[in-house]
């Protein structure tokens, strides 16, 4: 039991990784192609953000592997400015369609911001209490 109280922020993470990185192609994802066969906008915001989220996945089992170290610590900081490019992404670093009431600005979007958020405050809050843990001397 204490090993999984150890490890609860990189469960954590895994998972709202694995639901961001898998939602977004298929829950929550974007609007599918044009009759004509091209992709709108939001398509390539989907496929950021499906990047982004692989990246969290990655630094989230790396702060499941390494724990309540200091490295593990250092991969949850790792974790928030990704967390905050992936909420970003559709909220205007690449613009969604020009109809507000498509699936993607009314599922995507909303979904993409929360589920970042959420890894950014947990991976946040998971280094705060590793390093009040370990303090500030060598790694333990």
Same mark, same amino acid.
């Given at each position: 039991? !204490?090993?999984?109280r @150890?490890?609860?922020g990189?469960i954590v =993470?895994t998972?709202?990784? =694995?639901a961001l990185?898998v939602?977004?192609?298929t829950?929550?994802?974007?609007?599918? +192609? !044009?009759d004509d066969g091209?992709w709108m906008?939001c398509?390539w %915001? @989907?496929? #950021?953000?499906f990047?982004? *989220?692989? &990246?969290?996945?990655v630094?989230?089992v790396?702060?499941?592997i390494f *724990? !309540?170290s $200091?490295t *593990?610590?250092? &991969?949850s900081?790792?974790?928030? +400015?990704a #967390?905050?490019i992936?909420a970003?992404? +559709? #909220?205007?670093l690449?613009? =969604?369609? /020009?109809m507000t009431n /498509?699936h993607?600005?009314?599922?995507? $979007? +909303?979904a993409?911001i929360v589920l970042?958020?959420l890894? &950014?405050?947990? %991976? %946040?809050v998971? %280094?705060?209490?590793i390093? $009040?843990k370990t *303090? $500030?001397?060598?790694? !333990?």
């Amino acid at each position: 039991m !204490k090993k999984i109280r @150890e490890r609860i922020g990189g469960i954590v =993470l895994t998972i709202l990784s =694995l639901a961001l990185t898998v939602g977004v192609k298929t829950v929550f994802s974007a609007c599918g +192609p !044009k009759d004509d066969g091209s992709w709108m906008n939001c398509h390539w %915001a @989907e496929q #950021a953000v499906f990047g982004i *989220g692989i &990246a969290l996945t990655v630094i989230s089992v790396l702060v499941l592997i390494f *724990g !309540k170290s $200091r490295t *593990g610590a250092g &991969a949850s900081l790792a974790a928030v +400015p990704a #967390a905050a490019i992936a909420a970003f992404t +559709p #909220a205007g670093l690449i613009n =969604l369609c /020009m109809m507000t009431n /498509m699936h993607c600005h009314s599922v995507t $979007r +909303p979904a993409v911001i929360v589920l970042s958020v959420l890894i &950014a405050v947990t %991976a %946040a809050v998971n %280094a705060a209490v590793i390093f $009040r843990k370990t *303090g $500030r001397g060598q790694d !333990k």
